[in-house]
């Protein structure tokens, strides 16, 4: 079965930088695209950022200029590079990624359980 798996959550200052990490790992034909989203206290769960095979990049506004996604498809990682983080960057930030196990089955959205990030002084 697949599993993300997410790291480098934790507690940082305001203007600080942390850098995120998913890999995938389990029976994958392929994947396409992968990205992170993110839900903070008392909100809903929100895009934040996705990337494609291709290299193609989508951010939240919220984070553009800030925020930076990539990828490596041999170790089926994406990172998320965070930087001048806000208080209301603070959330649990979850990796997902749209993943085809069988390569004649549908592919299907699969999440990680969540890293925990705190922007606070």
């Known amino acids: 079965q697949v599993q993300l798996v997410e790291s480098g959550g934790g507690l940082v200052q305001p203007g600080g930088s942390l850098r995120l990490s998913c890999a995938a790992s389990?029976?994958?034909?392929?994947?396409?695209?992968m990205g992170w989203y993110r839900q903070a206290p008392e909100k809903q769960r929100e895009l934040v950022a996705t990337?494609?095979?291709?290299?193609?990049?989508n951010y939240a506004d919220s984070v553009k200029g800030r925020f930076t996604i990539s990828r490596d498809g041999a170790k089926n990682t994406v990172y998320l590079q965070m930087n001048s983080l806000k208080p209301e960057d603070t959330a649990v930030y979850y990796c997902?990624?749209?993943?085809?196990?069988?390569?004649?089955?549908?592919?299907?959205?699969?999440w990680g359980q969540g890293t925990q990030v705190t922007v606070s002084s």
């Open positions: 389990g029976t994958i034909f392929s994947i396409n695209p």
């Open positions: 997902n990624a749209n993943i085809k196990t069988v390569s004649n089955f549908p592919a299907r959205n699969f």
């Open positions: 990337i494609t095979n291709g290299g193609i990049r």
